[in-house]
């Protein structure tokens, strides 16, 4: 509803509800959880509640990324090909004694900035790509245009 004036009766904007009842879904994850979407050729999903500074490492389709919470709160995700051929997992820097540093690889140990920069060794200045995460959306939305769409879980993780 538009109150007078041009704001939004009844205070603040919030999300707007669709106008039609959504298809059902079979899933066995509810309709209305609240995602985190990776959005690669074939995207995946998170629980934004997993979501902090300890990156996930998930295969989103066929592309292998890494997805954490920036210190600002912001989702972020990269593509883990460093080379070709070279797909690591990544870890959290902390406690590791790598100033600057907020991950390291688990194939080559190298520290890596929270932007994707390796900061030392070989790889040095090597930049990861980035892959758009879409935060606060909707299970059953997202299921429903991306039949394919998986939940993925820090349990479930690959082992490569």
């Given at each position: ?74 989702p972020r995700a990269f ?82």
């Open positions: 509803l538009v109150a007078p004036g041009g704001g939004i009766a009844g205070g603040s904007p919030g999300p707007l509800l669709p106008l039609q009842k959504m298809p059902p879904i079979r899933s066995a994850v509810a309709a209305d959880t609240i995602i985190a979407l990776i959005a690669t050729t074939q995207p995946a999903a998170v629980l934004p509640d997993e979501l902090n500074a300890n990156p996930i490492n998930l295969n989103a389709g066929d592309t292998p990324v890494f997805v954490f919470r920036d210190p600002a709160g912001v593509d883990r090909h460093v080379d070709i051929d070279l797909m690591p997992r990544f870890r959290t820097a902390r406690g590791e004694g790598r100033k600057g540093a907020a991950f390291i690889d688990n194939y080559t140990e190298t520290a890596w900035s929270v932007e994707g920069v390796a900061m030392d060794g070989d790889l040095k200045g090597r930049r990861l790509a980035r892959v758009p995460v879409e935060d606060e959306l909707r299970w059953g939305v997202m299921k429903y245009w991306y039949p394919k769409l998986e939940l993925h879980h820090p349990t479930t993780q690959p082992s490569r």
